[in-house]
């Protein structure tokens, strides 16, 4: 099971930290992820890390967002900085098996595990 959280409101130009964390399994070999999904659109890719810490992220945060992990801890993070008004949806995350090719999961159906998703309202 993955619990995020960490959301909330904040203003635009603001920062927030999203915390996912296991319970029951652990994550340490795991490749992780980040998604999220705004009112009336389709969930779609934000954020990943993989098994040996390699890190991808959409265009569209770059520059702003930060995944990272704790296996220690059996938790992935998502520092989000420069935050706009866009920005605002639900953020999930979620789990897949370690991948041992270049290829870093940006698919929803490469993701066996989700959280319950935790919603950030970005204000203007």
């Known amino acids: 099971q993955l619990q995020a959280s960490g959301g909330g409101l904040v203003q635009a130009g603001g920062s927030l930290r999203l915390s996912c964390t296991a319970s029951g399994r652990t994550v340490g070999s795991s490749d992780l992820g980040w998604f999220r999904q705004a009112p009336g659109k389709e969930r779609e890719f934000v954020a990943a890390i993989r098994w040996d810490v390699h890190t991808s992220y959409a265009d569209s945060v770059k520059g702003r967002f930060t995944i990272s992990r704790d296996n220690g801890k059996n938790t992935v993070y998502l520092q989000m900085n420069s935050l706009k008004p866009d920005d605002t949806a639900v953020y999930y995350c979620?789990?897949?098996?370690?991948?041992?090719?270049?290829?870093?999961?940006?698919?929803?159906?490469?993701?066996?595990?989700w959280g319950q998703g935790t919603l950030v309202t970005v204000s203007s």
């Open positions: 979620a789990a897949g098996p370690p991948s041992y090719s270049a290829y870093v999961k940006k698919l929803l159906r490469d993701y066996k595990y």
